[in-house]
């Protein structure tokens, strides 16, 4: 017994450090979020407790309710176009004969910046006076008003989202790629397969799981989505960019009601938690 549990607690003495960490920083949190969400904490201190009543004060807020339809329209338009645009530049990538390492450092290169400055740099290029409209003008088209019509404001903030984070999604897709063996490729092209019949009967099935996983972390990042609101919009133009996380951040840090932005947070975290489960089901379904 002692010789079956020495590899398996030696194992666990090397994560331990990182599981520590994990439960201060990730466990203990939720858990007070949670806690908090069931009284009507200030920012005094002072708190008392209510129940469920936080909750059902949810159920009466317009603003709550319209803040999740924006999330989840947010949600519907940046995982397809973000998906999308990794898996585009992935198969470029993988095609490509020259110089891969400079095209993947370009296209790499706006993840590792700052969503600060990714809004500020996407804010100019948008105004009225800025790059696109000076592009749009030239074709006698414009001037847009991307940030300041509820129309378009959403998929503007989902444009620089995408731009500022598909590299990851990318580089995972990209190794996907790279694992596929070449020789199933080539026994298809002497068969006759076209290109696209060789993409779809064999690379898209073999890429499946890291089509999953880049899913699921796009989805979760997604709903999460708050520098480039904070920075770009504040949440308008009359609340058509007014996000759950953006209402969870109003209510902790502008009206300090500790207790409400603690429930809007449960909430987020239920539904990013109910997306995941879902979309894990799916993939295990997909590969067995």
Known sequence: MRQR??????????VLPMLVLFLIFRIAPTLGAAG?????????????????????????????????RTTLLYVAIYVPLTMLVSLGTALMLNAAIY?????????????????????????WIYEFDGLL??????????????????????????????????GYSMLILLAGLKSIPGSYLEAARVDGASAWQRFRRITLPLLRPALFFV??????GAFQTFDTIYVMTGGGPARASY???YGLYEQG??????GYAATLG?????????????????LDRGTS
Do not use: C, H
């Open 215 to 220: 899913l699921i972390i796009e989805t979760i």
């Open 99 to 123: 110089a891969k390492g400079l095209f993947r450092g370009m296209l790499f290169l706006p993840y590792v910046t700052s969503f600060v400055l990714a809004g500020v740099i996407w804010r």
């Open 253 to 258: 840090f502008k009206f300090f009601d500790f």
């Open 36 to 68: 908090m969400s069931l009284t009507d904490y200030k920012v005094s201190g002072e708190w008392s407790f209510v129940g469920v009543d936080n909750y059902a004060r949810l159920l009466d807020d317009p603003l709550f309710l319209a803040s999740l």
């Open 243 to 245: 996000t759950l996380i």
């Open 266 to 282: 449960m909430v987020l975290f239920a539904m990013v938690l109910i997306v995941s489960l879902v979309q894990r089901r799916l």
């Open 133 to 166: 409209n000076g592009l749009l003008a030239k074709v006698d088209l414009g001037p847009v008003g991307f940030l300041e019509q509820s129309s378009l404001v959403l998929p503007a903030l989902a444009v620089v989202s995408v731009w500022k984070g598909f």
């Open 5 to 14: 549990l020495r590899d398996p607690m030696t194992g666990l003495l090397f």
